[in-house]
């Protein structure tokens, strides 16, 4: 039974650009949700997604966007890289939507130069 | 604005102790509260969920206590191994919210 795998695992892009993380939540979850971790520091909340519906959004820009498909996967864009931007950023998948346990992902880390 | 303090200083005990972690918090009532673990470079990983409505939950060496009028909760590890040495995270969540707490540095010395 495969986890929540998440891709790009590492990845480098310079101010500006824009980049897409893709998430696989663990088989039977119907829920996502991302988070930026800076080092540090707890994860942020980004966004959390269940039936390809945004349910609920953290303290983040317009910058960030993401969106979840039919099989329930999704992906989170970040357009117009900030220097701050640079951090792991951590998918997690739920059993339905409610505030349960969260299954993690190994997390993509951006760096942003 | 909602708020989760960890103890943010590194914890170290020694093999065999058990260790105590805090968490408080302030402004939210949450429907759950939540610990993750956390080893360098990975995704946490979940330990165990307390409802509002417990007070305590077990599971093998750990155990949760959920205090709502105080606002904190305490995980305990008994009998620790140097294999518990790793970050522990503290979790406030409702229907659409998470708030995770910056996370307490457990050591435990052999």
């Given at each position: ?113 | ?11 170290n005990i020694q093999e065999g102790k ?18 993750y673990r956390q080893d360098p470079g ?69």
């Amino acid at each position: 039974d495969a986890g929540v795998t998440q891709s790009p695992t590492h990845l480098i892009k310079t101010r500006g650009q824009q980049v897409t993380l893709r998430c696989s939540p663990k088989s039977g979850h119907d829920t996502v949700s991302w988070y930026q971790q800076v080092l540090g520091q707890g994860p942020q909340f980004i966004f959390q997604y269940y039936e390809k519906e945004e349910r609920g959004r953290g303290n983040f820009p317009d910058r960030f966007s993401a969106r979840q498909f039919p099989n329930y996967s999704s992906e989170l864009n970040v357009n117009a890289l900030l220097l701050g931007d640079s951090a792991l950023y951590l998918c997690a998948s739920s059993p339905g939507e409610g505030g349960r346990e969260l299954f993690f992902g190994e997390g993509s880390r951006l760096t942003v130069l | 604005s909602q708020k989760i303090e960890q103890n943010s200083e590194a914890l170290n005990i020694q093999e065999g102790k058990t260790a105590t972690l805090t968490c408080n918090y302030t402004n939210y009532s949450p429907a759950y509260l939540q610990w993750y673990r956390q080893d360098p470079g990975r995704g946490p990983v979940f330990l165990l969920l307390i409802r509002e409505n417990e007070k305590e939950k077990r599971k093998e060496r750990l155990k949760v206590t959920f205090d709502t009028t105080l606002k904190q909760s305490l995980f305990h590890i008994t009998a620790s191994q140097p294999a518990d040495s790793a970050t522990y995270l503290c979790a406030l969540s409702g229907t659409y919210k998470y708030i995770f707490g910056t996370g307490t540095r457990l050591k435990v010395l052999a």
